[in-house]
């Protein structure tokens, strides 16, 4: 399954579209993440427990949108974009979508 | 009234008192279940029927595509989160991982925006629909303690095109 | 390029798992924990107090005047309660508290055992009670809460739990106080019905060492069982004690095991 963000797959034609697919998660961190980032909060740099946590999450959306793909029959996801939102204290919705086609 | 049905009701008693909380979970749960399955009916069928409709993602014009008029178009739509979700997430929120118990909410949400957005797409004449961007936002409650949340937001829209 | 019309595989984005028994494990995952947290504060309570010493314990509490508190009926009932108290504190040897009893003018019959060596016996209770060795009963039975300083572990273990309570009571955004008010009921409700039966023990022991048997000493409870049953579950619900009938077994257990004789005469009040 080839993944990209830009309009067509550079050196292949595309020859079928057919429609929207996406994927998400939500994810929570627990206390102890919670902890450690309001500790952090206070000397700076980087929150490694909450990258991690989202990379995983990032990931697992992917590949929920590439699974819709391949039940669609495509080979290849165009113009994928990734959209993050916090929908409940403390937990995160990792979104991705694109659109399902065959290119040759 | 004789020893067993007095310790059984004394039982009961005790239970409830401890036990309610438990009872306006499994209640809510039920309730909402039957609502969220009542909605996925309602989207599938309109699924169904605009299945012949193009939305895509990206901004190139498909070859043979021949635009006379393009507009913007949009559809959105605010769920609301049942008691027993937000209690599951709650309780996620302490011990991590996947909150399951929102993802059918959300999938929903998305479904339900994209078909106002071809639904609006259509009431105004168009064929298919390029571009098309999804956002999702959290209402907040307004409320001093934040128990949770009122609803969620989700937003799409993207440019109507009317092939001549 | 071509239109070609698909919609892709339901139910990809939602999980497999069934809400409700996510639900179970989640509650039951915490509510185990949280019963652990509260099981370990009480028990190390219960291995702090017994570093306090008695001595100073009565002198605390003993600035406090209860006559102040309770209207005290000083008659010639408390006097004969008092001998009877002393005559059972005999039995315990060393006795770290000088035993006062007071008798208050309520319509409840009841005991208490305050911090200090106060029994308080209301005035209902001395009505009710048939026998001598009854009223020995149910103040052996508070002379067991002293030896086991039951007071100061019950004041112990609700000032541990209020902080435990307010400690977890920010995390997780709301759920948690329901689920830990449930654990605390849990084990509150099992380490008090523990030191009940302890008492109830100890005041059988003495009543065993003054009289040379354990007749007529749970008459009273007998009559209570006899009572009318909403009542009786009434009762059972809010006190701590453990149901009356229930109760009565116990002791008829451990009085066997002990070897005590179940009948002999009883005294008169």
């Not at chain 1, 994927?23 to 102890?32: C, D, F, P, Q, W």
């Not at chain 3, 010639?76 to 008798?103: C, G, I, M, N, S």
């Not at chain 3, 069982?225 to 809010?238: E, H, N, P, R, S």
Request: aromatic share 8%; proline share 3%; charged share 25%.
């Amino acid at each position: 399954m080839l993944l990209s963000n830009t309009e067509t797959i550079p050196g292949k034609t595309i020859v079928e579209f057919y429609g929207v697919v996406s994927g998400n998660t939500v994810r929570a961190k627990h206390v102890g993440r919670d902890i450690m980032a309001g500790l952090k909060n206070i000397v700076g740099g980087e929150l490694k427990g909450y990258t991690e946590l989202l990379g995983e999450s990032r990931q697992e959306a992917t590949n929920r949108m590439v699974e819709q793909a391949q039940s669609m029959g495509a080979n290849a996801v165009v113009n994928v974009r990734f959209a993050t939102s916090s929908v409940a204290q403390g937990a995160a919705e990792l979104f991705a979508y694109g659109t399902a086609v065959r290119v040759e | 009234m004789d020893q067993d049905t007095a310790t059984w009701i004394d039982g009961c008693i005790g239970c409830s008192g401890i036990l309610w909380p438990f009872f306006l979970l499994l209640v809510t749960y039920f309730i909402g279940n039957y609502i969220e399955r009542r909605h996925l009916q309602d989207i599938l069928a309109r699924e169904a029927k605009h299945r012949s409709f193009p939305v895509v993602t990206f901004e190139t014009v498909p070859e043979g595509w021949n635009v006379t008029d393009v507009g913007l178009v949009q559809g959105s739509v605010v769920i609301s989160v049942d008691y027993f979700k937000r209690f599951l997430a709650a309780l996620r929120g302490i011990i991590g991982g996947r909150i399951k118990s929102y993802e059918p909410l959300l999938d929903r949400a998305r479904r339900e925006a994209t078909l106002r957005m071809i639904e609006d797409a259509r009431a105004r004449g168009y064929n298919g629909v390029l571009n098309a961007r999804l956002e999702t936002s959290r209402l907040a409650t307004g409320r001093a303690n934040n128990k949770g949340i009122a609803g969620v937001e989700l937003l799409a829209f993207g440019t109507g095109v009317k092939l001549g | 390029m071509d239109f070609v019309p698909k919609a892709p595989r339901e139910g990809i984005n939602v999980s497999k798992t069934h809400p409700l028994k996510e639900a179970a494990t989640l509650i039951l995952g915490i509510c185990g924990v949280l019963v652990l947290l509260f099981v370990v504060l009480a028990v190390s309570i219960d291995v702090a107090v017994r570093f306090i010493p008695p001595d100073m314990e009565s002198k605390v509490f003993s600035s406090v005047d209860l006559d102040d508190v309770f209207e005290a009926v000083a008659d010639e009932r408390t006097e004969k309660v008092q001998d009877l108290v002393d005559r059972l504190a005999r039995h315990w040897e060393d006795a770290p508290y000088t035993f006062r009893a007071v008798v208050i003018g309520s319509d409840d019959p009841n005991a208490a055992a305050l911090p200090g060596g106060t029994i308080l016996v209301t005035a209902a209770l001395l009505d009710d009670v048939e026998t001598e060795n009854e009223l020995a009963f149910v103040l052996g039975h508070e002379l067991g809460h002293f030896k086991n300083r039951d007071h100061l572990r019950r004041l112990g273990r609700e000032t541990v739990y209020a902080l435990a309570f307010a400690a977890v009571s920010g995390v997780g955004g709301g759920s948690i106080p329901d689920l830990a008010t449930i654990s605390k009921e849990l084990t509150s409700r099992g380490f008090d019905r523990g030191q009940e039966r302890a008492a109830d023990h100890f005041g059988l022991e003495i009543v065993y060492k003054e009289y040379g048997h354990v007749g007529s000493a749970w008459d009273f409870f007998e009559r209570l069982a006899t009572q009318a049953l909403v009542a009786k579950v009434l009762v059972a619900y809010l006190s701590t004690h453990p149901a009356s009938d229930r109760r009565i077994d116990d002791l008829k257990d451990f009085a066997l095991k002990q070897g005590w004789a179940l009948e002999g005469p009883a005294e008169e009040l």
